[in-house]
């Protein structure tokens, strides 16, 4: 059985007079924030290393997107199949080493002609940092307008360069008066510890996110550990909890 076909037909019955009111009145704008967490919680998955739970949110992602499609094509704009002859079309066009007589393996070749094409493609892209979308999280944004910037030739010549501009937004930091001033600084701080990051082949939003979890862990065990209110503590005694916590949750 092609499930995939019949996941087509299912949402297209759920989207018809004879379905489901909810379903029915649902708009492209009305279900996007569903798009982003479905996204979310699939990450989440991968980072876990559950390929049980992958399996399910990748579900709910492809959910996501036949469902868009089906609204498209009750609004006469495009259909699922649409969807799927561009996305082919791209690939083919992007991978003219596999598909077409540039023969390459270097993945750096790969990766510089992925990227030429893909400009071609974008004609309406006027500037180098346009199709950067807003709605990304503020890290992953930083690191993609980064690495554009860079592949333009807007780079430090070195990483002691790139460490001085870091302490220099601290300073400016640690200079600032007003409330505004301080954001603006520390908005700057934050893109300079993204380079950093660019620099050290790290991944930001995951380091962030893996400190979260880090912390969360200790914590929690702290106030396992707590035989009183923690709004109760002194600072002697959660600084006395914290490195007992800490030292617990890196030997688990």
């Known amino acids: 059985m092609n499930y995939l076909n019949e996941l087509i037909k299912t949402v297209e019955i759920l989207r018809s007079p004879e379905g489901c ?24 998955a991968i980072d876990e290393n559950n ?37 082919n079309d ?11 007589e540039n023969k390459t393996t270097d993945t750096k070749e790969i990766l510089a002609n992925w990227e030429k094409l893909k400009s071609k493609e974008k004609q309406e892209r006027k500037r180098i ?3 950067i979308p807003k709605t990304l999280p503020a890290l992953l944004m930083a690191m ?12 430090w010549q070195n990483y002691e360069q790139l460490l001085e501009c870091f302490y220099s937004e601290i300073k400016e930091f640690q200079q600032a008066q007003t409330q505004e001033e301080k954001e603006d600084e520390f908005g700057d701080i934050l893109f300079s510890l993204v380079n950093i990051a660019r620099w050290n ?4 939003e995951l380091a962030l ?14 106030e396992e550990m707590c035989d009183k209110s923690l709004s109760d503590l002194t600072f002697e005694e959660y600084d006395s909890l914290w490195k007992k916590a800490k030292k617990l949750t890196s030997q688990e």
Request: no cysteine.
């Open 129 to 131: 940092l346009d199709g």
């Open 90 to 100: 791209k690939l083919i066009h992007r991978h003219p080493h596999v598909f077409g």
């Open 209 to 222: 996110a893996k400190a979260n979890m880090k912390f969360k862990k200790r914590f929690d065990k702290l």
């Open 51 to 87: 390929i049980e739970h992958l399996k399910e949110e990748l579900g709910d992602v492809l959910l996501q997107v036949v469902l868009h499609s089906q609204i498209a094509d009750d609004n006469k704009e495009f259909n699922i199949q649409d969807v799927a002859k561009m996305l």
């Open 144 to 155: 993609k307008i980064s690495k554009k910037a860079v592949r333009a030739g807007f780079e």
């Open 21 to 44: 009111e909810w379903d029915r009145q649902q708009t492209h704008q009305t279900i996007r924030q569903n798009m982003l967490e479905e996204a979310y919680e699939a990450v989440e």
């Open 201 to 204: 082949n790290i991944d930001p």
